[in-house]
């Protein structure tokens, strides 16, 4: 069974930084891109970023550059290290492959406010 593990999201304010964790389970990890994805209230779950086996990534436009996404295949874990964040990147954000349609997991929740 694919499952996904998120964690690490927090209230931070304007400016501040995160790094968000992700733990899979039930596939051969190394076999897949993996991904970051965030949903905000009242919107549809939008991609972030993604990364291939070797680390090469690439980024949403409203995230590049502030945004790294990186992963350790021996842990099966995928992170997202965030930094400078605003409001408007207020949303649970979710691990998962890249263009996933199901095994979504809880994901865990960022909140940007002053």
């Known amino acids: 069974q694919v499952q996904f593990v998120e964690s690490g999201g927090d209230l931070v304010q304007p400016g501040g930084s995160l790094r968000l964790s992700c733990v899979a389970s039930?596939?051969?990890?190394?076999?897949?891109?993996l991904a970051w994805y965030r949903q905000a209230p009242g919107k549809q779950r939008e991609w972030v970023a993604y990364?291939?086996?070797?680390?090469?990534?690439k980024y949403a436009d409203s995230v590049n550059g502030r945004f790294t996404i990186s992963r350790d295949n021996a842990k099966n874990s995928v992170y997202l290290q965030m930094v400078n964040l605003n409001p408007d990147d207020t949303a649970t954000y979710y691990c998962?492959?890249?263009?996933?349609?199901?095994?979504w997991g809880q994901g865990t929740q960022v909140t940007v406010s002053s």
């Open positions: 990364v291939v086996l070797g680390g090469r990534a």
């Open positions: 998962n492959e890249y263009g996933a349609v199901s095994n």
């Open positions: 039930g596939f051969i990890f190394s076999n897949h891109v």
